[in-house]
Structure formats: C-alpha cells, structure tokens
C-alpha cells in the first residue's frame, strides 16, 4: 500500500512563515519574526489544522491514483500550497511542476472543492502543507 507521510506544516501569510512537525499534539515553533506578526494570522494552529485534514487524505488518495497510473512518484516529498478564501474556501491549489499535469496534480486540484477550512475575517491567505513521499511496502 502506498503511503504519504506528513513531516511538516508551514503557513504563510503575508511573509509570516511558521513550521511545525506534524503529530497529535502539534508543536509549532514560531520564529521571531512571525511570533511579531502573530495578530495578523486570522486562524489559529489548531483552525489550521482542521483546514489540512482534507488536504491529508486527498494527498494520499491521490498518491495512490497516480501511482496505479505511472507506477512510481517522481518525488521524495511534495508541497501543496492553496489559497484560503475568508469563506473557508479554497481558491487555488500548487503542486510542484514535476506533478503539476500529473494524476497526482488533477486530483488535488479535483479535490480543492471538497477542503474546507474554518471562516475567517480579512484577505484571502496562502497556507501549504509538505508530505514526505514514502514507498510503498513490498508484500
């Protein structure tokens, strides 16, 4: 079975970036520079995470889609950035250019519909999650 591992969060906003290693308890370590721009963040890390849980799963389906396709995935790990609306709704999806036409790629823009993040006040914002791409396990 294919498997997508999360290693790492980062969110942007404006040119805010905070990262995080993904597990039950999220711990995010703030640099200094966003910790200073923390009251610009219109969603907190546990919105945020709310908001990656469809992303999650859509990566793995699509992980698993691409490669009944092609065979293998071109990457060790991929980056999905999306545009957050303040309605909660995503408005555009980036996957790396090496996966971009790719099955991997037309799911995850497929699948933009389905995620939803919690509303917010404000601009639209620009959040991405990383995965590491690992092999699938010889049966």
């Known amino acids: 079975m294919s498997r997508l591992t999360t ?5 942007m906003v404006a040119m805010m970036a905070m990262t995080s290693a993904v597990s039950a308890e999220p711990n995010l370590r703030v640099s ?3 910790a200073r ?4 963040q219109p969603l907190s890390r546990a919105e945020l995470s709310l908001g ?3 992303i999650t799963r859509s990566a793995e389906k699509c992980l698993v889609r691409h490669r009944k396709e092609r065979g293998s995935f071109p ?12 309605s909660g709704q995503v408005s555009k999806v ?6 971009r036409w790719s099955e991997f790629g037309r799911c995850m823009k497929a699948h933009a519909a389905l995620w939803q993040f ?10 991405a999650k990383s995965f590491r791409v690992e092999e699938p396990e010889e049966d």
């Open 7 to 11: 290693v790492t969060v980062a969110t």
């Open 32 to 34: 200094n520079y966003a």
């Open 37 to 40: 721009q923390a009251a610009a």
């Open 52 to 54: 990656f849980r469809g």
């Open 75 to 86: 990457l060790d790990s991929v980056r999905v950035e999306v545009t957050v609306n303040p």
């Open 94 to 99: 980036i996957v790396p250019r090496q996966v």
């Open 118 to 127: 919690p509303t917010f006040k404000g601009r639209p914002i620009q959040v």
